[in-house]
C-alpha cells in the first residue's frame, strides 16, 4: 500500500516549489536608466517596496485626453509587513483582513454565547 502525504509534506513540497520558482530569472525590471533580467523574487520585493513608500503613477488615456498623474499613497500594512520581515519575524499572510474577525467581534460573540448558556437562552 502507498503511504499517503500529509498536509504537513504537502506545505512543504508547495513551499519548495515556490521557492525555485522565485529563483527563476524572468523579470525584467528598470533600475537606474537600465532595463536588467531579475528574479521573480527580486521583482516581487521591489514591488512591495515600491507599495510600501507610495509612487506616482502616469495615466495616458487612450480617447486623446491630456496625461495626467496618480499620486498613490504610502501602504501602512505594506511597510508593517516589510519591517517584520526585516527583523526577522514572519507574518501570517491574510486574504483581506475585513473577511477577519476582530478581536471584538470575537470577545462580543463569545459573551453573547456565555449569557445565553448561563441563562439557558436560545435564539428561537
Known amino acids: 500500500m502507498a503511504k499517503r502525504k500529509t498536509n504537513s509534506s504537502a506545505g512543504k513540497l508547495l513551499s519548495r516549489y515556490i521557492r525555485i520558482i522565485a529563483e527563476e530569472e524572468t ?17 516581487m520585493a521591489r514591488k ?11 495615466v495616458v488615456p487612450g ?4 496625461p495626467y498623474e496618480v499620486e498613490h499613497a504610502p501602504d501602512q ?3 508593517a509587513l516589510l519591517y517584520d520581515r526585516m527583523e526577522g519575524r514572519a507574518t501570517p499572510a491574510t486574504e483581506d483582513d475585513t473577511n477577519r474577525p476582530s478581536a471584538a467581534m470575537k470577545v462580543t460573540e463569545q459573551s ?6 448561563a441563562g439557558e437562552l436560545t435564539d428561537g
Open 48 to 58: 512591495m517596496w515600491k507599495i510600501a513608500l507610495g509612487w506616482t503613477e502616469q
Open 63 to 66: 480617447d486623446g485626453a491630456m
Open 27 to 43: 523579470e525584467v525590471i528598470l533600475v537606474e536608466g537600465e532595463d536588467r533580467m531579475a528574479t521573480k523574487a527580486e521583482a
Open 112 to 117: 453573547k454565547s456565555r449569557i445565553a448558556q
Open 77 to 79: 500594512k505594506m511597510m
